[in-house]
């Protein structure tokens, strides 16, 4: 069996090359942002101006812990092994802080490249100085990253039809599936976040996709749509979207700044359930997601089931359209036109 056989899932983030985080002023100065062993605390680094994110993507074996790079990930060599090195702070001069996960390329034994994902916005000509190196804590910032969450105040149907915000359910408490019915919740997280880069969650405005209220989730939130039409050519009826992919800067679009809180639902299988009023998923366990969970949290084997509506996530290029929010939602309308 090679490496390739043993990935199960897949994840897309977006990085920027270790050679474009530069040391302006410290001991590396001159070099380029590096793996934990070859870090220095104190050091300033600044953002090339030239500097551009790429999609990088990375499959995950079952055990949560190896990596490679998938053959259709714009960074990287498909097929090298990935490292997750560290997780490092950074601090910007107005004293805030954030993190960044540094991750490793390797082939042939050796260093072939580095790729930093900052979890908040990185600018040119900002100096931030490295205020912190953690190996122990990175596997979790990248779980917390692929967990798909509701904010606080989200209204999420009950099993009796009663819509009840997400702060106030319980372990327990019985919630309308798609699929099954009426299923218990299993647990419940939560997470405080700063609203920045990667944890800058997506507002999908009242009656965009007729939801009854604003639907605010995390970036990687997927919904389900269920066309009467196919408008929006996925040759099929039921489709599983990102949320992200919907932006459009008017009826959906990122709102950074500040905190937010995240809520994690959990039930024995991935679900489907209504969320103001619309599909959305619960989150689903799998090797990307475990290292967010806590331990007393029992999962079997490498997390849940696979569900057939799993089959369903179109493509990103679907998603391209300026109008495919209104398709979307003409498409799930009774009306024809």
């Not at 070859?38 to 990375?58: K, M, N, P, W």
């Not at 082939?107 to 790729?115: P, S, Y």
Request: proline share 4%; glycine share 8%; charged share 25%.
């Amino acid at each position: 069996m090679t490496s390739s056989d043993k990935i199960t899932t897949k994840q897309t983030v977006s990085v920027y090359r270790g050679e474009d985080i530069v040391v302006t002023d410290g001991v590396a100065e001159g070099e380029g942002m590096s793996f934990a062993d070859e870090l220095v605390l104190d050091d300033t680094y600044q953002l090339s101006r030239s500097a551009i994110r790429g999609r990088f993507t990375i499959g995950f074996a079952d055990d949560g812990k190896t990596f490679m790079i998938a053959d259709e990930s714009e960074l990287g060599r498909g097929g090298n092994t990935v490292a997750l090195d560290c997780c490092i702070t950074l601090m910007a001069p107005d004293s805030t802080t954030f993190d960044a996960l540094v991750f490793v390329e390797i082939e042939a034994g050796g260093v072939e490249d580095i790729f930093v994902l900052p979890l908040a916005s990185l600018h040119p000509d900002t100096p931030y100085q490295l205020v912190g190196i953690d190996k122990d804590v990175a596997s979790t910032r990248l779980a917390e990253v692929a967990c798909v969450s509701f904010t606080r105040g989200t209204h999420i149907t009950m099993a009796s039809g009663r819509q009840m915000p997400i702060e106030d359910l319980r372990a327990g408490d019985r919630v309308l599936t798609r699929d099954d019915g009426p299923q218990e919740i299993r647990w419940i997280g939560q997470t405080t976040l700063r609203a920045t880069g990667s944890f800058a969650p997506i507002v999908i405005k009242k009656g965009a996709l007729h939801n009854e209220n604003d639907l605010i989730v995390s970036p990687d939130h997927r919904l389900f749509v269920y066309q009467r039409q196919d408008r929006l050519g996925a040759g099929r009826s039921e489709v599983l979207v990102k949320v992200r992919h919907l932006i459009n800067d008017d009826t959906v679009y990122q709102l950074a700044g500040g905190y937010v809180d995240y809520f994690q639902l959990l039930f024995d299988e991935h679900q489907i359930i209504y969320a103001e009023g619309i599909a959305a998923e619960s989150l689903l366990i799998d090797p990307r997601t475990r290292a967010a969970l806590p331990p007393r949290v029992n999962t079997r084997g490498a997390g849940h089931s696979h569900r057939p509506h799993l089959d369903y996530e179109v493509a990103e290029d679907l998603l391209k359209s300026p109008d495919a929010v209104e398709l979307l939602r003409k498409a799930s309308s009774d009306k024809t036109n």
